[in-house]
């Protein structure tokens, strides 16, 4: 039996990235995904406006835009794919989508502040959620985003990791119209890609937004 191959848009900046280039992200996320997706990748946020036309199962934003405005049409697209039934795959700086407020709230949260880079512990915390198939809980170095959530936008946090002895979230989902939403927070850099808990778990998480599970 032949294995349908699902089609990602990955979405970043690298001359335009003030902190987080797409290109260390683009190959690990390459060389993970492997044969079940097919990964088109693009720095030209037009290509929000008409996702329907391009055959695109999910869109994964690791856009790295925190100062930059995201054009109304831009958003409005996203908004208007994901709503009809796609997906939206979003790791770590790719919230910076937050720019329009209709992005933050297609996400269901903004990313408020971080203390410094660091290792930091992850625990599933939604035993038996179907993301977390196959993902233990895991080590990685890495920044410890902190977010404030959209009170309108229900969410089911998943994952959480440990800072200072308190728990905070790290992974979230939730449907949007007849579409899905995934946010993950580890992926500052290539090493964050390399846990193997991790790597299931974006593997996981692509499917799901892909509607392949």
Not at 39 to 54: G, R
Request: glycine share 8%; hydrophobic share 35%.
């Amino acid at each position: 039996m032949s294995t349908i191959t699902r089609n990602l848009l990955l979405l970043g900046d690298n001359e335009k990235a003030e902190w987080h280039p797409l290109e260390p992200a683009r190959q690990q996320l390459t060389e993970l995904l492997g044969d079940a997706f097919q990964l088109t990748v693009t720095e030209d946020y037009d290509a929000l406006t008409d996702l329907s036309s391009k055959k695109v199962d999910a869109v994964v934003s690791y856009a790295d835009c925190w100062s930059r405005g995201i054009e109304q049409e831009q958003a409005a697209g996203l908004v208007r794919y994901v709503a009809g039934g796609g997906g939206l795959l979003v790791i770590h700086n790719g919230i910076s989508l937050q720019n329009s407020y209709e992005l933050a709230q297609l996400i269901g949260g903004k990313f408020t502040t971080h203390p410094e880079y660091q290792t930091l512990n992850y625990f599933g915390s939604a035993p038996g959620h179907p993301l977390l198939q196959g993902v233990p809980d895991f080590t990685v170095d890495e920044e410890p985003y902190m977010f404030e959530f959209d009170s309108f936008a229900p969410r089911n946090v998943f994952l959480e990791y440990e800072f200072e002895g308190k728990r905070y979230p790290a992974a979230w989902e939730h449907r949007y119209g007849l579409g899905r939403v995934v946010y993950l927070q580890p992926g500052h850099c290539a090493p964050s890609f390399k846990p193997e808990a991790y790597r299931q778990l974006i593997r996981n998480s692509a499917s799901w937004a892909a509607g392949a599970s």
